[in-house]
C-alpha cells in the first residue's frame, strides 16, 4: 500500500453530523491522522442515530468516521481547552462544521487559532456559507435543498418538490472543502504559514446547478418541475418500458435525436413540425414523451437497451441500490469494502470516490468512543495530572 500523500500530517477534527466528517474521513484516507474530539459523556450524536450494525455500532456514524481515533474532550470547560491547545500546537489542520461565529467564543475561530498557531490550517462548512444575512444560520442537508432551489427542479407536478434521495450537497460541501484545504497544505508548502479553506451547502448547491442557472440567469424565469426530464433538451429523461424504467439521453446532439427516431421505428418524428429541433422538442416535450412511452411500451426493457447500445445512443436502466452494490462494476472498481480490523463481518462501506495509483485508499474501522484519548493526549505532552482530571 503507497502511502498517501498526506502521511505525516494531523488534522484536529471537531465535526459532527455528515459534511464535516466526511470531509475529514477523506483526509484520513489521503494518510492524514485525524484526532475525532468528542465531547464527553455521549460524543458524537450520531453513534446513536440510524440503523446499527451486528456489533451494535451505527452505520451511520461509522460511515464517515472511518480511519479515525477518538479523544473524548470537553473543549468548552478549561481543562479540555488546555488538553485541546497542546493537540492544535502539534497539528496541520484543525476542521469544524460548526455555525459561522459559533468558534469565537472558544478562542477557535481562525484570527484566534492564526495568532497562537499561524502554520495550522483552518477548515469550515456551514450551510449558508460565512457572509451575508443568512451566515449564522445552522441547516441540514435538507434545509439548504429546500432553500438553495434545488427542490424546486426536483420531482414532478405529480410529486411536487421533492429531495435528492442521497444527502448530495452534504457530501459535495464535504468534497469542495478537502479541496480547499489541500490546496491551502500545498501553500503551506512553500510559505509556512496556514490559511483559512471553508465551504459550505449553499455554495455547493449553486455549483451543482451552473448550467441550469445560466439559462435562468438569462431567461428570468425558474424551470417547473420536470421530473427526470431536462429543462434544456429533449428527449432527456426517464421513460418507461413493458418490463421497466429506462433513462435516455436522446438529445445531445441532432445525430442522436436521428438515431433515436430510426430506433423507434418512428422516422416521420424527424421530420415533425413540433420536434424539428431541440428548441421544438422542448416546448412539445409533453407530447414527446407520450408518443416515445407508447412506442417503449411494446417491448422489454433489455431488448431496448440492447439496440440503444448498437445505435450508439445513450441509455440506461433505473437500478434498485442493492443491485448497484452488487454489481460486477462496483465490485470491479473496489468500492465497497469492509475495514482490516473490523470486528463485524457486516461493517462494509463505500469508500472515498478516489483511487492513487489504481489503489484505494485503505482506511480502517471507526473508532469506539473515547478510546484514544490518554494515549493521544499523554503522546502530546499532557501532564499525568491533567490525564487524570481529563480522563476516568
Given at each position: 500500500?503507497?502511502?498517501?500523500?498526506?502521511?505525516?500530517?494531523?488534522?484536529?477534527?471537531?465535526?459532527?453530523?455528515?459534511?464535516?466528517?466526511?470531509?475529514?474521513?477523506?483526509?484520513?484516507?489521503?494518510?492524514?491522522?485525524?484526532?475525532?474530539?468528542?465531547?464527553?459523556?455521549?460524543?458524537?450524536?450520531?453513534?446513536?442515530?440510524?440503523?446499527?450494525?451486528?456489533?451494535?455500532?451505527s452505520t451511520l456514524f461509522e460511515s464517515v468516521n472511518r480511519g479515525k481515533e477518538s479523544v473524548a474532550l470537553d473543549?468548552?470547560?478549561?481543562?479540555?481547552?488546555?488538553?485541546?491547545?497542546?493537540?492544535?500546537?502539534?497539528?496541520?489542520?484543525?476542521?469544524?462544521?460548526?455555525?459561522?461565529?459559533?468558534?469565537?467564543?472558544?478562542?477557535?475561530?481562525?484570527?484566534?487559532?492564526?495568532?497562537?498557531?499561524?502554520?495550522?490550517?483552518?477548515?469550515?462548512?456551514?450551510?449558508?456559507?460565512?457572509?451575508?444575512?443568512?451566515?449564522?444560520?445552522?441547516?441540514?442537508?435538507?434545509?439548504?435543498?429546500?432553500?438553495?432551489?434545488?427542490?424546486?427542479?426536483?420531482?414532478?407536478?405529480?410529486?411536487?418538490?421533492?429531495?435528492?434521495?442521497?444527502?448530495?450537497?452534504?457530501?459535495?460541501?464535504?468534497?469542495?472543502?478537502?479541496?480547499?484545504?489541500?490546496?491551502?497544505?500545498?501553500?503551506?508548502?512553500?510559505?509556512?504559514?496556514?490559511?483559512?479553506?471553508?465551504?459550505?451547502?449553499?455554495?455547493?448547491?449553486?455549483?451543482?446547478?451552473?448550467?441550469?442557472?445560466?439559462?435562468?440567469?438569462?431567461?428570468?424565469?425558474?424551470?417547473?418541475?420536470?421530473?427526470?426530464?431536462?429543462?434544456?433538451?429533449?428527449?432527456?429523461?426517464?421513460?418507461?418500458?413493458?418490463?421497466?424504467?429506462?433513462?435516455?439521453?436522446?438529445?445531445?446532439?441532432?445525430?442522436?435525436?436521428?438515431?433515436?427516431?430510426?430506433?423507434?421505428?418512428r422516422a416521420e418524428l424527424a421530420t415533425d413540425s413540433r420536434f424539428i429541433d431541440n428548441l421544438s422538442r422542448v416546448?412539445?416535450?409533453?407530447?414527446?414523451?407520450?408518443?416515445?412511452?407508447?412506442?417503449?411500451?411494446?417491448?422489454?426493457?433489455?431488448?431496448?437497451?440492447?439496440?440503444?447500445?448498437?445505435?450508439?445512443?445513450?441509455?440506461?436502466?433505473?437500478?434498485?441500490?442493492?443491485?448497484?452494490?452488487?454489481?460486477?462494476?462496483?465490485?470491479?472498481?473496489?468500492?465497497?469494502?469492509?475495514?482490516?480490523?473490523?470486528?463485524?463481518?457486516?461493517?462494509?462501506?463505500?469508500?472515498?470516490?478516489?483511487?492513487?495509483?489504481?489503489?484505494?485508499?485503505?482506511?480502517?474501522?471507526?473508532?469506539?468512543?473515547?478510546?484514544?484519548?490518554?494515549?493521544?493526549?499523554?503522546?502530546?505532552?499532557a501532564s499525568l495530572e491533567s490525564l487524570e482530571r481529563l480522563t476516568p
Amino acid at each position: 500500500m503507497v502511502a498517501g500523500p498526506l502521511t505525516g500530517t494531523t488534522v484536529v477534527d471537531l465535526t459532527r453530523f455528515v459534511s464535516g466528517p466526511f470531509a475529514t474521513m477523506v483526509l484520513a484516507s489521503l494518510g492524514a491522522r485525524v484526532l475525532k474530539i468528542e465531547v464527553p459523556p455521549l460524543g458524537d450524536s450520531y453513534r446513536s442515530q440510524g440503523l446499527t450494525s451486528t456489533d451494535g455500532a451505527s452505520t451511520l456514524f461509522e460511515s464517515v468516521n472511518r480511519g479515525k481515533e477518538s479523544v473524548a474532550l470537553d473543549f468548552r470547560e478549561p481543562n479540555g481547552a488546555d488538553a485541546l491547545e497542546l493537540l492544535l500546537a502539534g497539528s496541520d489542520f484543525l476542521v469544524h462544521n460548526a455555525r459561522p461565529g459559533a468558534m469565537e467564543r472558544y478562542g477557535l475561530d481562525f484570527d484566534s487559532v492564526h495568532q497562537r498557531h499561524p502554520w495550522l490550517i483552518h477548515g469550515s462548512i456551514s450551510a449558508f456559507g460565512d457572509l451575508g444575512p443568512q451566515a449564522g444560520r445552522g441547516g441540514f442537508d435538507l434545509i439548504v435543498q429546500a432553500e438553495s432551489g434545488l427542490m424546486s427542479v426536483t420531482g414532478s407536478e405529480a410529486s411536487g418538490p421533492v429531495k435528492v434521495g442521497a444527502p448530495m450537497l452534504d457530501i459535495g460541501a464535504g468534497l469542495a472543502a478537502v479541496t480547499a484545504l489541500l490546496a491551502a497544505h500545498i501553500t503551506r508548502l512553500t510559505t509556512g504559514i496556514g490559511s483559512e479553506a471553508s465551504s459550505s451547502l449553499l455554495e455547493f448547491a449553486m455549483a451543482s446547478f451552473t448550467t441550469l442557472a445560466s439559462d435562468v440567469l438569462l431567461s428570468g424565469a425558474s424551470p417547473t418541475l420536470l421530473g427526470s426530464h431536462s429543462s434544456s433538451f429533449a428527449p432527456y429523461g426517464g421513460f418507461s418500458t413493458r418490463n421497466g424504467n429506462i433513462v435516455i439521453a436522446g438529445a445531445g446532439d441532432e445525430r442522436l435525436w436521428l438515431a433515436l427516431c430510426e430506433v423507434l421505428g418512428r422516422a416521420e418524428l424527424a421530420t415533425d413540425s413540433r420536434f424539428i429541433d431541440n428548441l421544438s422538442r422542448v416546448k412539445h416535450r409533453d407530447k414527446l414523451t407520450d408518443i416515445i412511452n407508447s412506442v417503449l411500451g411494446s417491448e422489454d426493457l433489455e431488448t431496448w437497451l440492447e439496440r440503444f447500445e448498437a445505435a450508439g445512443i445513450p441509455a440506461g436502466q433505473v437500478q434498485p441500490l442493492h443491485n448497484v452494490l452488487a454489481s460486477p462494476q462496483v465490485q470491479a472498481l473496489n468500492i465497497i469494502r469492509t475495514p482490516a480490523d473490523a470486528t463485524d463481518a457486516t461493517a462494509a462501506a463505500v469508500d472515498p470516490p478516489f483511487r492513487i495509483n489504481g489503489e484505494r485508499p485503505r482506511l480502517m474501522a471507526s473508532p469506539q468512543f473515547g478510546v484514544n484519548t490518554r494515549s493521544v493526549l499523554r503522546e502530546f505532552g499532557a501532564s499525568l495530572e491533567s490525564l487524570e482530571r481529563l480522563t476516568p
